[in-house]
């Protein structure tokens, strides 16, 4: 049994004037943290959002975690990716595990808009990240061939089809980065009313290899109507 700490609240980064320092901050605090007798630390989406003072839940850049240049700046609203890296690294050395905010549901930021031609719609969808890694395009999100839609949306932020194989197929190797290179060792799924449980179970399922062992992620997800 242990005890989480949701290491962050709305716009923490403005409020405690730790703005693009919030890694750091959090590194500075795991010795109290670890000594009241928490066992780990739920993070705020760490990818780049639509704009970078964002607490991250309007996903762009899965994979930016603050290393590139784009939407306004190259760190994160909490920081660069060497200072998460760091803040993990710490953590796990003071016996604090660290779990990752996923928000696999919808994007937004996109580059341009395209044309869908299941309904005829023109809809913001064209992703060209700069990391290079799961561009997307209208075949990611609904309607979609392999599906039109899941029956939760979020406001008008484009809806991933997580029955795209493409879309499957990235989100898993997306997390299993997150838990093999980055160091996470759990997630909290944001919004897992937005898609299918069979999405959750296929990256639970997995056995991630780290350090020569492999292990099963933490997860905890939301639900709330």
């Known amino acids: 049994m242990g005890v989480m700490l949701q290491a ?16 750091a901050y959090i590194q500075s605090k795991l010795p109290v943290i670890a000594q009241a007798g928490f066992t780990a630390l739920w993070l ?44 993990i690294q710490s953590a796990h050395a003071a016996g604090v595990q660290v779990y990752a905010d996923l928000v696999f ?6 580059d341009a808009q395209e044309l869908n031609p299941i309904d005829g719609q023109w809809r913001w969808t064209k ?13 990611c999100f609904h309607p979609s061939r392999y599906e039109t839609w899941d029956g939760v949306t979020f406001g008008d932020m484009p809806d991933l089809c997580h029955r795209a194989p493409l879309v ?24 897992v009313k937005g898609y299918g449980g ?23 997800g939301e639900c709330w109507d």
């Open 44 to 87: 705020p989406p760490a990818n780049k959002a639509a704009d970078w003072k964002s607490m991250g839940y309007d996903p762009y850049d899965y994979y930016d975690l603050g290393e590139f240049d784009q939407k306004g700046g190259v760190p994160t609203w909490f920081g660069s990716k060497t200072e998460l890296l760091n803040l």
């Open 127 to 139: 992703f060209a990240p700069t990391s290079g890694k799961f561009p997307r395009d209208w075949k």
């Open 198 to 220: 069979w999405m959750v179970r296929s990256i639970q399922e997995m056995r991630a290899l780290r350090g020569g062992a492999s292990f099963k992620p933490y997860a905890v």
């Open 168 to 191: 499957y197929t990235e989100l898993i190797n997306y997390a299993r980065w997150l838990l093999e290179e980055i160091g996470f060792d759990g997630f909290r799924y944001d919004m």
């Open 105 to 110: 549901n919808h994007n937004s930021g996109a």
């Open 8 to 23: 962050f609240y709305w716009d923490c980064p403005k409020a405690e004037s730790r703005e693009h320092q919030w890694w």
